[in-house]
């Protein structure tokens, strides 16, 4: 009886891995965070938990919490398919599997990386410069404050789960890069 050597996409395992990481981190920090003055306003923005602060009293939008919960459902579903396709790489079903499971973090890592473009580019057309990086000055426009003169000190950063989401999806297309290897070592 001959044995068959375990075959795993290590990419893909860890890749699967991250992505529940990235969920479970994503349910605690945001992604990006904005704040004004000295906690005046807060944003807490990430694909899986985003709501608002004013004045110390968080809370959020009803569509908001029905994205994010769509949001957390596709990462959990698309890191627990890696995880399976990881250590199924050459069964017949395998290539549908990461097919896809590696999408889901690329595509929600572009959507939120450019809703968060679209938004601060719609505020700086009203005349409100909002940092996606660093900290600024904001002065409101006349218009907005009814003539008051309002500057307030506003920061906006990136956080740990936001440059994990990156890993996630290197490494993503690594394990959809290295699949093609990882089924030739079977065949030979």
């Not at 290590?10 to 529940?20: H, P």
């Not at 490494?171 to 093609?180: E, Y």
């Amino acid at each position: 009886m001959i044995s068959e050597k375990r075959v795993i996409n290590w990419y893909g395992f860890s890749a699967g891995i991250l992505t529940i990481i990235v969920l479970v981190t994503s349910l605690f920090v945001p992604w990006w965070q904005l704040t004004v003055g000295d906690n005046l306003v807060k944003v807490n923005a990430s694909p899986v938990n985003t709501n608002f602060g004013l004045f110390g009293t968080n809370f959020g939008l009803p569509l908001l919490y029905a994205l994010n919960a769509v949001s957390v459902l596709t990462f959990s579903i698309s890191g627990l398919i890696m995880l399976f396709y990881s250590i199924n790489p050459t069964k017949p079903y395998a290539a549908q599997l990461l097919g896809f499971s590696y999408k889901k973090p690329l595509f929600t890592l572009l959507t939120f990386f450019s809703s968060l473009l679209i938004i601060t580019s719609i505020t700086s057309i009203v005349g409100i410069n909002v940092p996606i990086i660093g900290q600024t000055i904001m002065t409101l426009p006349a218009s907005l404050a009814m003539g008051a003169n309002i500057k307030a000190s506003v920061t906006g950063s990136f956080q740990l789960p936001f440059w994990l989401a990156i890993t996630t999806v290197i490494l993503c297309i690594l394990a959809r890069l290295q699949h093609s290897h990882v089924t030739k070592k079977v065949t030979q």
